[in-house]
Nanobody
Framework: QVQLVESGGGLVQAGGSLRLSCAASGRTFSSYLMGWFRQAPGKEREFVSSISRNTGTTYYADSVKGRFTISRDNAKNTVYLQMNSLKPEDTAVYYC???????????????WGQGTQVTVFS
């Protein structure tokens, strides 16, 4: 079992930055692939990024590639999402997820946080 708690969301002007954090409970954090999804108002939830267990292999949606960076600290049971050059279209609730293998499909991730709101204004 893994419990995930996100933090770091907020209101930011376009072009600004935010760093999301996701703290995981349990002693098996390093055995999970970690990631982020987001859901904008009126839209379906979409994959943002993920990171492998130990090798640091990362995956990004095309819409955030070059602007967002995912990282993890297995000693702290925490995964991060550094978001730079934010755009109004990045406005969404961001969810931290944990799973066993890489996928862009949300049902492949068995554990979800409660979400944190990111709002980007122009």
């Amino acid at each position: 079992q893994v419990q995930l708690v996100e933090s770091g969301g907020g209101l930011v002007q376009a072009g600004g930055s935010l760093r999301l954090s996701c703290a995981a409970s349990g002693r098996t954090f390093s055995s999970y692939l970690m990631g982020w999804f987001r859901q904008a108002p009126g839209k379906e939830r979409e994959f943002v990024s993920s990171i492998s267990r130990n090798t640091g292999t990362t995956y990004y949606a095309d819409s955030v590639k070059g602007r967002f960076t995912i990282s993890r600290d297995n000693a702290k049971n925490t995964v991060y999402l550094q978001m730079n050059s934010l755009k109004p279209e990045d406005t969404a609730v961001y969810y931290c997820v944990a799973g066993r293998s890489f996928s862009r499909i949300e049902r492949e991730y068995g554990y979800w946080g409660q979400g944190t709101q990111v709002t980007v204004f122009s």
